[in-house]
């Protein structure tokens, strides 16, 4: 049974860091594509950021230079280190894996994508 345990949200002020995780306990699949999706509140869902299981990785344009996803293939662990925190940050973020590499536009909709209760980032 796979479970995706985030941690690491929380409140900060505009220009503050925070950082992420994701670990995908149980899963043992390859490739996979594996990343972080937010909801803010009003807006659409939209991918973060997502790292493939080759080490690929994709940004929104909204957050490339100020957040940066890595993995520990050890521990299938996804980070997510955001800085210089804005407050059109405030979301809900999820962590999300589908066993398909490289990640395709809409991947983390997928059925069959594993998501994660998420975490709350709260920017003022």
């Known amino acids: 049974h796979v479970q995706l345990v985030e941690s690491g949200g929380g409140s900060v002020q505009t220009g503050g860091s925070l950082k992420l995780s994701c670990a995908a306990h149980?899963?043992?699949?390859?490739?996979?594509?594996m990343g972080w999706y937010r909801q803010g509140p009003g807006k659409e869902r939209e991918v973060v950021a997502d790292?493939?299981?080759?080490?690929?990785?994709t940004y929104a344009d909204s957050v490339k230079g100020r957040f940066a996803i890595s993995k520990d293939n050890t521990e299938s662990i996804v980070y997510l280190q955001m800085a210089n925190l804005e407050p059109d940050d405030t979301a809900m973020y999820y962590c999300?894996?589908?066993?398909?590499?490289?990640?395709?536009?809409?991947?983390?909709?997928?059925?069959?994508?594993?998501r994660g209760q998420g975490t709350q980032v709260t920017v003022s």
């Open positions: 999300a894996i589908y066993d398909f590499a490289p990640c395709r536009k809409g991947w983390y909709r997928l059925t069959g994508a594993l």
């Open positions: 149980g899963y043992t699949y390859t490739p996979y594509c």
């Open positions: 790292i493939d299981s080759n080490g690929v990785t």
